[in-house]
């Protein structure tokens, strides 16, 4: 196993969820479709990770990866006026590379929102600190490793 995706092993299990895998595969889960067809799930199963940084602090959004995330919805729940977050950001952060960020295990952690659109899936897959690497969870699983607040965030 990769050292990233150790480290997110490592963080399910402190936070009492080492029965979660974190799995690396040999195809490609970069972007929500890839990740959709490695694993053999609908595109809506697949949670994004996104970083937004504002004028208040950064942000986490776990984003369903048929939807695109809303930035005045986001800024209304944050309070804050927000633009995404730079690759050098995103890895200084979370300490893993976008295509790989994973919703724990972060450098520094983040308040985080998720998107009430993953609530209807029985599983969803996450990264798991590489592009090559998930994890599989209920949306409640997910809500309580990351004390995410569940919200409205898809783009009309």
Same mark, same amino acid.
């Given at each position: 196993?990769?050292?990233?995706?150790?480290? #997110?092993?490592?963080?399910?299990? @402190?936070?009492?969820?080492?029965?979660?895998?974190?799995?690396?595969? $040999?195809?490609?889960?970069?972007?929500?479709? &890839? @990740?959709?067809?490695? =694993?053999?799930?609908? =595109?809506?199963?697949?949670?994004?990770?996104?970083?937004?940084?504002?004028?208040?602090?950064?942000?986490?959004?776990?984003?369903?990866?048929?939807?695109? +995330?809303? +930035?005045?919805?986001? &800024?209304?729940?944050?309070?804050?006026?927000?633009?995404?977050? $730079?690759? &050098?950001? #995103?890895?200084?952060?979370?300490?893993?590379?976008?295509?790989? =960020?994973?919703?724990?295990?972060?450098?520094?952690?983040?308040?985080?929102?998720?998107?009430?659109?993953?609530?209807?899936?029985?599983? =969803?897959?996450?990264?798991?600190?590489?592009?090559?690497?998930?994890?599989?969870?209920?949306?409640?699983? +997910?809500?309580? +490793?990351?004390?995410?607040?569940?919200?409205?965030?898809? &783009?009309?």
């Amino acid at each position: 196993m990769s050292p990233s995706a150790r480290r #997110v092993q490592e963080a399910l299990e @402190a936070r009492g969820f080492g029965h979660l895998r974190a799995v690396e595969l $040999t195809a490609s889960t970069r972007t929500a479709q &890839e @990740a959709a067809e490695a =694993v053999g799930a609908k =595109v809506g199963q697949i949670v994004k990770s996104l970083v937004f940084v504002g004028e208040k602090g950064a942000y986490l959004f776990l984003v369903s990866g048929q939807n695109r +995330l809303d +930035l005045r919805k986001a &800024e209304a729940l944050t309070g804050d006026p927000l633009r995404r977050a $730079t690759p &050098e950001e #995103v890895r200084a952060l979370t300490g893993f590379a976008i295509g790989g =960020v994973p919703p724990l295990g972060h450098t520094t952690p983040l308040p985080a929102f998720l998107d009430q659109d993953l609530l209807a899936h029985g599983e =969803v897959w996450a990264a798991a600190g590489t592009p090559r690497a998930l994890f599989r969870a209920t949306p409640e699983e +997910l809500l309580a +490793l990351t004390g995410a607040k569940v919200a409205d965030l898809k &783009e009309a």
